[in-house]
């Protein structure tokens, strides 16, 4: 595979001319090469590539060999957000992403409570804040026309917003309203003075969250194992899991143990503002302890704001609709600098979600700070989504050596002038929105993911969405705004070598390389010519993590 910008190479490992091969895959075409390529793998790793014409010599009975028939062979794919416990769960719940109004959503719910009289809480996930107009909050009696008599709670398709019926705020003792101790969450109150049932942020949903039966071990493990089938199905050898803790952790090893983790993890813990900084400490002494192959925990992940639809996310000017609200940081500023400073110190990874260009200041303002502290290292800390940042910020990452890591199919929210992000973001700042192109012309490190549930897994529609989005600004086709596409070879790094970079891994993942793990995907075609518009029609036709095949169509 051709070595894109952003991908400096390690050393590979060192491996003997001829030892045992496993695997041979044979008849494969590589991207951007002419001719038919084979790739010899041995255990885990891969031995060599080279002409189809000069496989034969490492072969022998014990090989298996895979006919290739000429299709596309790619280093696995990484998604660099992820929340792969979060969306195995959201498999076992009622979906919400197709509603294309509230009565429509009303009509979904009656049907799955209809279907399901066993359950004592109906769950859902995925709807869109397109759904309720400018002046219409997301109200408990809607649900409660539907479902009167068991409690609901429905999750924004974003995971920040929550709404419930009157039945759950009930339960959770938060009818007559309730503060949640984060100035980032609310618990948003009807014009009656009663909790709405509109919950922002997790404390808030939180509230309502813990009075919910959770699901068994043996249940969660079936959605996981469920959601690692779907996964390897769209060519996905690695995720970054940006909602980490202990019994995730577990969870994973025990699953690694077992030989049933057939997808690269890797964990940041989850730091929360009042979190007990001595937990980081342990954190990082574990990750020394416990280096795996399959599950790296070698950092953290923060929340500095919110998102844009829920006017949660820290702006360094007003929303767009004269209420003056700019957002709200997330943590004590002090708090902020120094649970960062501490991970640092402890040579753990960062990874802050910011959205809002304050929120991507605050991160910025907070990394060099643990910087002068600390002093200079290879740290790679991430910024999160980066959906606005102001211009004066741009070269800001490239100086401290931080990566932005952007989803893609986020796009899709700015683009879609029914969701209120295009309208709270307001024109002016319009042009900074999702900036890609920009970023990489200042000399920013990028990574590539999805978001999971929150958005659609497909790496190959993250592709093409990274190539054929269009621009913010809809007033006119000639317009000024920066053309914030990535080309094709850069939308594809995304996803390998600037993801293995990312992770601390480009030693080993993402190229087909001697001495690289054998974590290698074919498609049905090669995605790198023709039209980018039709990336994702191309269908992953097996997948190999580690020299295991783990999925074939």
């Not at 894109?4 to 091969?21: D, T």
């Amino acid at each position: 595979m051709r070595r894109e910008r952003g991908a400096q190479r390690a050393a590979p490992v060192l491996l003997n001319r001829m030892p045992p091969i496993n695997v041979l895959l044979r008849n494969v075409s590589l991207a951007g090469q002419i001719g038919r390529y084979a790739i010899a793998i041995s255990g885990e790793r891969i031995v060599w590539v080279g002409p189809d014409r000069d496989a034969s010599s490492w072969q022998s009975t014990a090989t298996r060999v895979i006919d290739g028939s000429g299709m596309l062979a790619l280093p696995g794919l990484t998604d660099c957000h992820f929340h792969l416990h979060n969306g195995a769960r959201a498999l076992g719940v009622l979906r919400l992403e197709d509603a294309q109004s509230v009565a429509d959503l009303q009509a979904r719910l009656a049907a799955y409570a209809a279907a399901n009289p066993h359950l004592p809480w109906l769950i859902g996930r995925g709807w869109r804040y397109r759904l309720f107009s400018p002046d219409q909050l997301p109200d408990r009696r809607l649900l409660d026309a539907v479902v009167p008599d068991r409690p609901v709670l429905l999750t924004a398709f974003d995971g920040h917003t929550a709404w419930a019926n009157t039945a759950a705020l009930q339960i959770a003792g938060i009818l007559n309203g309730a503060e949640t101790g984060n100035p980032l969450s609310t618990v948003v109150l009807g014009a009656d003075g009663l909790a709405s049932g509109e919950l922002r942020e997790a404390p808030a949903m939180d509230l309502v969250r813990r009075c919910i039966p959770p699901p068994t071990e043996a249940e969660l493990r079936d959605l996981l194992r469920r959601a690692l089938r779907e996964l390897a199905a769209l060519g996905l050898t690695c995720v970054h899991n940006m909602d980490g803790d202990e019994a995730q952790r577990a969870r994973y090893r025990e699953l690694a143990a077992a030989g049933e983790l057939t997808l690269r993890i890797r964990l940041p813990l989850s730091v929360s503002p009042g979190t007990d900084p001595h937990r980081i400490t342990m954190w990082a002494a574990d990750a020394r302890r416990h280096p795996h192959p399959f599950i790296q925990t070698d950092a953290v992940k923060l929340f500095v704001d919110g998102v844009v639809e829920a006017k949660t996310a820290l702006m360094l000017a007003p929303y767009a609709d004269g209420s003056g609200e700019c957002g709200v940081a997330n943590y004590d500023p002090v708090e902020f600098v120094d649970l960062i400073t501490r991970a640092d110190a402890a040579g753990l990874q960062v990874c802050v979600h910011a959205i809002g260009d304050g929120g991507v200041r605050q991160t910025l303002d907070a990394f060099a700070a643990a910087q002068r502290t600390n002093g200079r290292r290879d740290a790679r800390h991430l910024v999160e989504h980066a959906e606005i940042v102001d211009p004066a910020d741009l070269p800001r990452f490239a100086a401290l050596g931080v990566i932005a890591s952007v989803q893609p199919v986020h796009v899709d929210f700015g683009i879609d002038q029914a969701n209120p992000w295009w309208r709270l973001v307001g024109r002016q700042r319009l042009r900074y929105g999702f900036p890609w192109r920009d970023l990489l012309r200042a000399g920013a490190r990028m990574a590539l993911g999805s978001d999971w549930p929150v958005a659609d897994p497909n790496p190959l529609r993250g592709m093409q969405v990274a190539c054929t989005r269009g621009k913010l600004d809809f007033s006119s086709p000639e317009s000024d705004f920066p053309d914030q596409r990535l080309t094709m070879a850069e939308a594809l790094a995304g996803y390998t070598t600037w993801a293995a970079y990312a992770g601390f891994r480009e030693h080993e993942l993402g190229h087909l390389d001697a001495g690289y793990l054998a974590d290698v995907i074919l498609l049905d075609r090669d995605i790198t010519v023709g039209p980018p518009d039709q990336i994702a029609t191309a269908q992953v036709m097996l997948t190999m993590v580690g020299g295991k095949v783990v999925f074939t169509r």
